[in-house]
């Protein structure tokens, strides 16, 4: 069996080489050009760009469409690949998920393919593709690694604090009112993952305090037991120190990893963007 995952899932390069984890890319948008995240712009070239950019090419992202997934599945078949899963970003959150269905129906009859809503993105999401290849390299079969791909998604803990609110209200993440309110008041707010979507967690009034408010947010929902925790950052690998210096101390880890967000989740969440990402093992 071969793990696919769309660009959001935010799994380091050299991870995504050792288990073979193949990356379909998100669709990125400034005004009337395109860029496939990753191959066409790196994340240095994303920063240099949204110096300049104004309204009228305010990046966008829009999700892989069922092509270019069955692309990826017709390599993987000529390769000689009968079982393929793909774990994609949350439904809520993109329509990636309709478009691998779209895809692997193109394939029917030459491989298996199972698509599997994580609920989730960026490493959240990273975790659950790595936790399947790794298994599925240990002889795993799919109902294994389906179960405990339910698992993950179920006990998740996702917390991060958006620098500025620009791009998650032109992304469509957060009301325009919600963030005038929040710039007048000179509110952080926390934001969470929870049932797939991103909603509010608290709101404090410093930077040290949102990042307290998410170390406890974090603590409170996977307590001591064993877990597989991430630093997230855009653009910010300073904010990610601070936060691992702060956060480190209090989980119980058996993997961490700091991952600066892909070009496809950047744009939603913008630059600064600080987060803390937990899965229970």
Do not use: W
Not at 59 to 85: C, H, M, W
Not at 161 to 179: D, T
């Amino acid at each position: 069996m071969r793990v696919i995952i769309d660009d959001a899932g935010d799994i380091p390069a050299e991870l995504v080489n050792k288990h073979n984890i193949v990356i379909v890319p998100v669709n990125i948008h400034f005004g009337t050009e395109e860029f496939l995240s990753r191959v066409e712009m790196d994340l240095p070239a994303f920063y240099r760009k949204v110096e300049t950019v104004s309204s009228s090419n305010f990046p966008k992202t829009s999700q892989p469409n069922p092509y270019q997934f069955e692309v990826a599945f017709r390599d993987l078949i000529a390769a000689g690949e009968n079982e393929i899963l793909v774990v994609t970003v949350s439904e809520k959150l993109s329509k990636t998920f309709a478009s691998a269905i779209a895809a692997g129906k193109e394939v029917e009859g030459q491989a298996t393919v199972h698509v599997f809503d994580s609920m989730s993105g960026s490493i959240g999401q990273g975790f659950m593709a790595l936790e399947a290849a790794r298994m599925a390299e240990a002889g795993a079969s799919y109902a294994d690694i389906l179960q405990r791909l339910e698992t993950m998604r179920e006990k998740q803990a996702i917390a991060f604090l958006i620098h500025s609110l620009e791009f998650a209200v032109k992304g469509g993440r957060v009301s325009a009112l919600r963030s005038t309110m929040a710039s007048l008041l000179n509110i952080k707010p926390v934001m969470q993952l929870k049932e797939g979507e991103i909603v509010e967690a608290g709101k404090v009034r410093t930077h040290k305090k949102a990042m307290q408010f998410m170390v406890d947010f974090i603590k409170e929902k996977v307590g001591d037991q064993p877990v597989k925790l991430a630093y997230i950052h855009a653009n910010t690998p300073s904010g990610a120190m601070e936060l691992q210096q702060l956060a480190g101390p209090y989980f119980n880890t058996t993997e961490v990893l700091t991952v600066d967000l892909c070009v496809a989740v950047a744009i939603n969440l913008g630059p600064g963007t600080l987060g803390l990402v937990a899965i229970p093992e």
